[in-house]
């Protein structure tokens, strides 16, 4: 993130909580639409699927320059560029094979990228508003094993991933209101 001389960088917490806030809108706004297709695997919802996974690779990079302005271990997030990356690959493949086989790559995602997570809010812990990362991680971990059970099943639908995305963006939004809150503690504290 470069910035302007003699303009400060911005602060982990205050550039975390904008990109969990984003993260949230994009993930209520993407469920909403999935929701509504769940049960076809056409071209939109194969879009929609691609989409996903790619949007994560962008918040990624974003989190990555802001982690670098602000001297945070970056190693996690670059793990999950490259899972996430690979992810879109893969569900762009598994839509013409259908939902069983999205709900295998999605749910594969969801494991790996969960024990991410769960590394990266471990060691952000100081920065506050990391306990709904770590918890997300720890359920991302757990959802993603049931969506692949889910795949051997007869009537599978894509409805569940919906539900996982919302969920996902509400922990990301439990984090920007925690981050808002440690960072107005923060201000407050140091006007002494």
């Known amino acids: 993130m ?15 909580r904008r990109l ?3 993260r949230f809108v994009v993930a209520a706004v993407w469920a909403a639409l999935l929701f509504s297709t769940a049960d076809n695997l056409g071209p939109f919802t194969a879009a929609l699927l691609v989409i996903y996974p790619l949007f994560d690779v962008a918040c990624a990079v974003i989190d990555i320059r ?10 996690g997030l670059h793990v999950n560029i490259a899972l996430s990356a690979l992810t879109g690959i893969g569900l762009a493949i598994a839509a013409t094979s259908g939902i069983p086989a999205v709900l295998r790559v999605w749910g594969a995602w969801a494991v790996t990228a969960g024990i991410v997570q769960l590394i990266v809010g471990a060691t952000r812990r100081q920065l506050g508003g990391q306990w709904a990362m770590i918890a997300s991680g ?3 971990t757990l ?35 925690r981050l808002g809150r440690t960072r107005t503690k923060a201000m407050a504290g140091g006007r002494g």
Do not use: C, E, H, M
């Open 2 to 16: 470069d910035t302007l001389p003699g303009t400060p960088a911005i602060s982990a917490p205050a550039a975390l």
């Open 20 to 22: 969990y806030l984003t």
């Open 66 to 75: 802001s982690a670098q302005v602000n001297g945070r271990p970056v190693r």
């Open 138 to 140: 720890s359920l991302s």
């Open 143 to 177: 959802a993603g094993a049931s969506f692949i059970a889910q795949a051997g099943k007869d009537g599978a639908s894509l409805s569940n991933l919906a539900g996982y995305a919302f969920l996902g963006g509400v922990f990301f939004l439990f984090s920007a209101l």
